[in-house]
């Protein structure tokens, strides 16, 4: 679909090179730049037991599709060269910190001078005018979700996905898109520009709607869900396989009930509506909790399927890649000899 996209990608570690993976599965022509000796820093993040090679899981997750070279920007001859592949290019994709472009003589004026049509998509950690070093756990802590994640007895956690960049390269690729989409009425590039920090307070959502208009900082409750129950309470079968609910309506309650045998408590006081199931969600779990334990996974699952209940079977990986619709979403390819897997970028489909 963008196969006429020709993309340099200066990027490190997930944000950047994820939106360059993005492209490069709709068809542009991905040229990953490195330095050559100070590569990626993710081909080095490799968890116990992987291969020895330069190539991480880390750094194939984003990195697919791709060609590679090496140049050293701060090297004259490497950057002259640069500089003639920016004249063809349609989109630079860098995180660098703003000191940098200075250093590197790749500041936008510059850029835009050579190429008057070139996209710049920039990711900064803290925005565009600070240098402060940025991680996703570091904006997870800073932006409020760390101190909302995890159970009232525990310390703050983390996500295990680095989910800040994650929503980081979506918003970069609807800039990205929107400055293709006005290039192509106006005939000129634009500067794009995303920092992790203003990514993650966005997507604070209904969380920080709740504490706008209340002044109730949200604390940590595990799965739960604040105002819906039950949400996010997590119940063993009768196989001792773990199972939640996500009842966002009085007829799902309803039903929920009548499946467990429990309908006499259909017009208890305690859950007659959302409001007061979510004032009492300790007495309505320790009342689900014995029942659920009755009945098999398979009982659940396919009743709720049938009626329309959101219900969910908690899954590790391997259980999840085991799912045909999660195998279809893998992509391999060999990269540098090594023979690399990972999840595609595009979920969705185009008819």
């Excluded at 467990?260 to 409001?275: A, E, G, H, K, S």
Aim: charged share 25%.
């Amino acid at each position: 679909m963008l196969s006429n996209l020709k993309i340099i990608d200066i990027s490190t570690v997930l944000a950047g090179p994820s939106v360059g993976m993005f492209f490069a599965e709709l068809g542009a022509d991905v040229l990953k730049i490195e330095h050559p000796i100070h590569k990626d820093v993710t081909r080095t993040w490799k968890g116990e037991g992987e291969n020895t090679t330069n190539i991480s899981a880390y750094f194939s997750s984003v990195n697919y599709k791709k060609k590679y070279t090496s140049l050293d920007l701060l090297n004259a001859n490497d950057l002259a060269i640069f500089f003639e592949l920016i004249k063809e290019a349609d989109i630079l994709l860098s995180n660098f910190k703003s000191s940098d472009y200075t250093k590197f003589r790749i500041e936008s004026e510059r850029l835009k001078s050579i190429n008057p049509r070139l996209i710049h998509g920039r990711v900064s950690g803290f925005g565009s005018e600070s240098d402060r070093v940025a991680y996703d756990l570091i904006l997870q802590a800073e932006s409020g979700f760390m101190s909302m994640n995890g159970l009232s007895t525990t310390d703050p956690i983390k996500m295990p996905v680095a989910l800040i960049d994650v929503l980081s390269a979506h918003q970069l690729k609807e800039g990205l898109l929107l400055a293709l989409l006005e290039r192509e009425k106006t005939g000129v590039g634009k500067d794009v520009h995303v920092s992790l920090y203003k990514t993650a307070v966005c997507s604070l959502v209904n969380q920080a709607a709740n504490y706008l208009m209340t002044n109730k900082i949200p604390q940590r409750i595990g799965s739960l869900h604040p105002s819906i129950a039950p949400y996010g309470e997590i119940f063993t079968t009768k196989e001792g396989e773990q199972i939640t609910f996500a009842i966002g309506s009085d007829a799902q309650f309803e039903k929920l009930l009548q499946k467990l045998n429990l309908d006499i408590y259909i017009n208890d006081d305690r859950f007659i509506n959302n409001q007061q199931r979510v004032t009492h969600r300790n007495a309505l779990a320790n009342l689900l909790d014995p029942a659920v334990k009755m009945i098999s996974i398979m009982d659940l699952l396919e009743w709720s399927l049938i009626n329309y209940i959101p219900c969910g079977h908690i899954k590790n990986l391997q259980e999840v890649f085991n799912d045909n619709t999660a195998k279809e979403l893998i992509r391999e390819e060999e990269i540098e000899g090594v023979i690399t897997k990972r999840v595609t970028s595009i979920a969705f489909d185009i008819n």
